[in-house]
């Protein structure tokens, strides 16, 4: 466990927290007036290793080899010149801050974060950290890695949750949930919709398989795999064979077969680690998935109503009838891949580049 103090003057200005991944979703704007909950469980913290937020430079203003020594190896319009580090925790979390008010004025219905830190020590006044709460964005509070330090509390730390245990705990995440919107008149509304968390989980996913492809099709397994990548894949691919045929593998599950040349797997929620098979001699390309959207592709949960009595509380969603489906086709989330493709060497390769081109350029818009 952590407490996070301030560099400036050594006020305490969090919670006890333990360290776990960074939710592949922390960075997306999902919707339009949408209201998204809060990113991180109460108690937890992640580290995201690269900038965010203002300021801002020009693709055009990198001196030549400077977007390559940050990890980025495609053009991207603009990259954040704030320092990189920054620990992301829920806003119930925070202690011993209050917000500027002269930094929270750029935003549609709440903060966005876009004039930098907007919330200060209490004691010192020192600039701290960022809360984001704004429409279509996932509610956080950003602790700036130069004006905070990480202070161990409460003894050893404890070992991460082996992957069995995880397995056993079966917290899955459903492929539809309740969206909320800014309320009106009438309060607070919701709408059924595709996972948010679903979205940007398929736009990681879609950016290492077309790494992965080497400009090949690539079959992923039949049902909820292919309804959710198969038809991205069919679209930016070429057609043909031979195909590289992609498999769902993990823990707990059987080997894959000696001609799988993709493997789909899921990422430890606590260490950020990709799971890796046993066999030190597979060489198939490890494709990362959220542990919860992993479990649900294995194993597809059906949408039953659930019996209950009494009245139903306010703002609480029936399920009589069963909520409608999204009408249109899923999608995987832009920002996400594109974020994760501009990142991976491969996309050095021309082909590759010009499907990211083609694809910044609003080609194949029914596709993110």
Known sequence: MFVFVCAGCGAELTTPLSQVALPVHARQTYGNGAQLPVLMQS???AVDPDPWGGPWRLWDELDPGEAEARGIYAPVHALSDSAPGASVIAPGDIRGTRLLPDKTASACCGLDGADGPNMACETCDLPVATRVDDCSLWQAVRLSSDAVHRVPVGGAHAKPISWAELIEEGERTPLFEPVGT?????GS???WSWSPRWEAAAGQALAHLLAASQEQPVKVPDGLAADVFQRTLDALLPAGSPKRRAALAGPGQPSPDAGVDILLVPIHPQTGRTW???DPTTSAY???LPLGVWLWLVSPQPYLPVPASGRLPQDVLRDDPLPPLPNYLFRADWGTFQHTLVRLPAVRS???R???TNLAQGTWTELF
């Open 286 to 288: 490890l494709v990362p």
């Open 276 to 278: 890796t098979p046993a």
């Open 350 to 352: 021309p082909w590759l």
């Open 43 to 45: 108690g937890t913290f």
């Open 182 to 186: 800014w309320g009106g008149r009438s």
């Open 189 to 191: 509304s919701h709408y």
């Open 354 to 356: 010009t499907i990211l």
